[in-house]
C-alpha cells in the first residue's frame, strides 16, 4: 500500500501516525513517499478523488495530512478500502443524532466493515454533502427521510443521482413509508423501504453486492433482487433478533450530543394524529440485555438519556425496573427523559419518581387537548382528573420537569376551547407548555377529518395546518406567534417569576399572554431572534406601562430571573434601581441539569430534621439534592415523609429564620 504524506518545511521530520494500527506507518507495512506542499498541488491537480483524513505527528504536535485515497486521471491506485455502504441523513440539529442509522449500522453483519455513517444537519449545503458522500466512493447509499429533512434529502438525492447515476439509492424512513409514490423523490431512487428496515436494510444491501455487475446473475444463494418491486415493505422485526446500537456511540456523541435509547417499539392507543397508532402492537426488548447496555453508557460517561419509548410507563414493571436502575446509580449530573402517559401514575411508580433528585427526571406529557369532544374526534382516551391528579402530586412531591404538550388545530377544537384548556393546564403549572401546530404526518387518518372540519395543510415541510372550519388562517397565525412567544417568555425558564406577572388568579393567561403576544409582534415585527436584554426590556414595558405594576417590583423579578441563568451583566433599562448584587441572589454552584431544565429549578434548597421540639428547617443555597433515599417536600414546606428524620425540600427563596412545625 503506498502513502503520501506532506512533508513539513521544519527541518524536523514528521511520522505519519496510523492510528487503527496504533502505531507508526512505517510499522504497518505501509510504504511511505514524502512530498512538499509543491509537489503534492502538482500530483492533485491530475487527482479525479481525494479524501483527506488526519493524524498527529508521533515526534511533534504538528498535524500532518495523509491521503488515503488517490485516483489518478492515467494512472489508477487504489490506496485504501472505501466505504462501499454509506448511510445518511440530515439531523434537525448537529447535537440530534441519528438513532435509526445506528440500528441499521448494528444489524449489518459482515457488511459493517464496508459500512460508514455520515451525519448532516438540514443547514448544510446539499453539493457539500454530495461532494462528502462520493468521497467514499460508494456503491450504495441510503438515506433517512423525516418530516424535517424532506426537501434538503430531495436535493441531495436529485443531485447524487445526476452526478452518480451507477450508485444506488435506497430510501427510509418515517415520511417516504406512508404514500412513497406519491413523493417527488419516488422517480429518483431505486428503492424505498417502509417501516422498519434494522434487518430488511442488510438484506437488500446483501443482495444488491453479491449479485454480478457483469452478467446480472447471482450466486445460488442470493435471492435476485426484484427490479419491479421498487418499494419493499419491512415485515415487523421481533426486537429479540435486532442487535442495539449503543456501542455506536463515540466518544463525540457521548460528549456533546443527544444520546437516544429505547426499551420498547409501538403505542397501545390510536391517537389520529399520530404515526405511533400504526404500530400495535407494544413490543419489548429483552430489560436485562437493555440495563447492561445502560450499564456500559454509564461506564463510559454518558450521564444524559433521551428514552424514545412512546408510553414508558404503560408496562409498570419495566418502568420499576429501569428507574430504579438509575436510581441506585444515581450520580450527579444524571438526567433521564421519558414520555408518559397522562393519567396513568400508580402508587410504585410515585414512590420511586419522589426519590429521584430535582433535575434528574423530565416527563414529557401529551395532554394535546382538554376537551372530551375533540378527543373523541380523534380517538383518544384520557382521564383528564386523574391526569390533573398526577399533576399536581409531581409539581408538589417531586423534583420532575414536566413538559405538557398542547395541540393548536385539532379537528373540532376552536380557539377559545383550545384557550380553556391552555388556562387549565396553567394552574397545573409544568414548567413547560410546549405547544405544537398540528401537523398532517403521511399515512395518519387524520385527514378523514379533512372534509367535515376544513382542514387545510401546507404542502411544503412541517405539514402544518394553515386553518380549520373553526379557526381561520388569521387567527392561526396569531396562534403561531403566541406558541412561538410563550416560548422564549416561559418555557426558555429566563422569566420564571416575571412571565406570571402577566395575569392574576382572576384573570385567563390565555387572554392575557396573548395580548402581551400581539402587543410584542406589533412592535418588533418579528418572534425569532429578539435578544434576550431585548425581550427583557419589552417584558418590562408591558409591565410597567400596560398593566400598571409597581417599576420597583417588576425591576427586582426580572432582576433575579435575568441572573438565575448565570449572566452577571446588568441591562442597560434597570440601571435605576436599586437592586441586590448578584452574589445576593444568584446560587453559585455550578447546575449539572442542563441549562434550559436548570432555568427551572427553585433556588433554594433546605435540610428539615425532626426532633422533640418538632421539625426545624434549615435554609442553604446549595442547588442539588444531596441524598436521592429521601423524599423531596413540598415547595410550600410541608413535609412528606412521616418516618423520615431528615427530610430535604425546596423553596423558590430562603426563609430568614429557621421554620419550626409540628411533629408529624
Not at 625 to 631: A, D, G, I, T, Y
Amino acid at each position: 500500500m503506498l502513502v503520501f504524506s506532506l512533508r513539513s518545511s521544519s527541518r524536523r521530520r514528521q511520522t505519519p501516525w496510523n492510528r487503527r494500527a496504533g502505531k507508526p506507518l512505517e510499522q504497518s507495512g505501509q510504504r511511505i513517499r514524502r512530498i512538499t506542499p509543491r509537489e503534492f498541488s502538482r500530483k492533485t491537480a491530475k487527482t479525479a478523488e481525494i479524501e483527506h483524513s488526519r493524524a498527529w505527528s508521533s515526534r511533534t504536535k504538528f498535524q500532518v495530512c495523509v491521503v488515503v485515497s488517490v485516483q489518478f486521471r492515467f494512472k489508477r491506485c487504489q490506496i485504501c478500502h472505501m466505504a462501499e455502504i454509506v448511510l445518511t441523513t440530515l439531523n434537525a440539529r448537529y447535537w440530534h443524532t441519528s438513532f435509526g442509522l445506528r440500528y441499521l449500522l448494528a444489524n449489518m453483519g459482515e457488511l459493517s466493515a464496508g459500512t460508514k455513517l455520515m451525519e448532516f444537519t438540514i443547514g448544510d449545503r446539499p453539493l457539500d454533502i454530495v461532494e462528502a458522500i462520493l468521497a467514499e466512493s460508494p456503491r450504495i447509499v441510503g438515506i433517512g427521510i423525516y418530516i424535517w429533512n424532506t426537501e434538503q434529502c430531495l436535493k441531495v438525492i436529485s443531485d447524487l443521482r445526476k452526478i452518480r447515476p451507477d450508485v444506488m439509492i435506497v430510501a427510509g424512513g418515517p415520511e417516504i413509508s406512508y404514500c412513497p409514490e406519491d413523493q417527488a423523490c419516488f422517480r429518483l431512487v431505486d428503492y424505498i423501504i417502509t417501516g422498519e428496515a434494522d434487518l430488511e436494510f442488510p438484506k437488500l444491501c446483501r443482495q444488491l453486492l453479491l449479485q454480478s455487475p457483469m452478467t446480472g446473475v447471482s450466486p445460488p444463494s442470493v435471492i435476485p433482487v426484484d427490479k419491479c418491486a421498487k418499494v419493499i415493505h419491512a415485515p415487523v422485526p421481533a426486537l429479540e433478533q435486532i442487535a442495539m446500537p449503543y456501542h455506536l456511540y463515540d466518544d463525540n456523541d457521548i460528549a456533546h450530543r443527544t444520546v437516544y435509547v429505547e426499551v420498547s417499539r409501538g403505542c397501545p392507543f390510536t391517537c389520529e394524529f399520530c404515526l405511533s397508532a400504526l404500530d400495535i402492537p407494544v413490543r419489548l426488548f429483552d430489560v436485562d440485555s437493555f440495563l447492561a447496555a445502560m450499564q456500559q453508557l454509564l461506564d463510559r460517561g454518558v450521564r444524559q438519556f433521551k428514552f424514545v419509548d412512546r408510553t414508558f410507563n404503560l408496562n409498570l414493571r419495566v418502568s420499576n425496573a429501569i428507574l430504579q436502575f438509575f436510581l441506585d446509580r444515581w450520580t450527579s449530573g444524571l438526567f433521564l427523559h421519558f414520555e408518559m402517559i397522562p393519567d396513568r401514575l400508580p402508587e410504585s411508580l410515585r414512590q420511586l419518581i419522589s426519590q429521584f433528585p430535582p433535575g434528574t427526571l423530565q416527563f414529557e406529557i401529551g395532554v394535546q387537548t382538554f376537551h372530551p369532544e375533540v378527543g373523541e374526534l380523534i380517538s383518544r382516551r384520557q382521564d383528564n382528573e386523574r391526569l390533573e391528579d398526577n399533576f399536581r402530586y409531581l409539581r408538589q412531591h417531586t423534583g420532575v420537569h414536566i413538559h405538557a404538550d398542547l395541540i393548536v388545530g385539532l379537528p373540532g377544537e376552536s380557539e377559545q376551547s383550545f384557550a380553556s384548556g391552555f388556562d387549565r393546564l396553567v394552574r397545573l403549572n409544568p414548567q413547560e407548555i410546549q405547544i405544537g401546530i398540528l401537523k398532517r404526518l403521511k399515512g395518519t387518518p387524520i385527514i378523514r377529518h379533512d372534509a367535515d372540519y376544513g382542514m387545510v395543510y401546507s404542502e411544503f415541510s412541517p405539514f402544518e395546518i394553515l386553518s380549520t372550519s373553526l379557526i381561520t388562517f388569521e387567527s392561526m397565525q396569531r396562534l403561531r406567534r403566541f406558541a412561538r412567544i410563550w416560548d422564549l417568555v416561559s418555557n426558555s425558564g429566563n422569566f420564571v417569576h416575571t412571565h406570571r406577572l402577566l395575569w392574576d388568579e382572576f384573570s385567563s393567561p390565555y387572554e392575557r399572554f396573548s395580548e402581551f403576544s400581539d402587543w410584542l409582534f406589533a412592535g418588533e415585527q418579528r418572534v425569532h431572534g429578539i435578544p434576550l436584554g431585548r425581550l427583557a426590556e419589552r417584558l418590562f414595558t408591558y409591565l410597567t406601562e400596560r398593566l400598571d405594576h409597581d417599576p420597583d417590583l417588576v425591576a427586582n423579578t426580572l432582576w433575579r430571573d435575568y441572573v438565575r441563568g448565570g449572566r452577571k451583566d446588568k441591562p442597560a433599562f434597570l440601571t435605576p434601581f436599586h437592586l441586590p448584587p448578584v452574589h445576593e441572589v444568584q446560587v453559585n454552584e455550578e447546575s449539572t441539569t442542563p441549562a434550559r431544565q436548570s432555568r427551572h429549578l427553585p433556588q433554594w434548597f433546605g435540610r428539615m430534621n425532626c426532633d422533640s421540639e418538632g421539625w426545624t428547617a434549615q435554609w442553604s443555597s446549595f442547588r442539588e439534592h444531596p441524598c436521592p433515599e429521601f423524599s423531596l417536600a413540598a415547595l410550600n414546606g410541608q413535609p412528606s415523609g412521616a418516618n423520615c428524620s431528615t427530610i430535604f425540600l425546596a423553596a423558590r427563596r430562603p426563609s430568614t429564620a429557621a421554620v419550626t412545625m409540628p411533629p408529624a
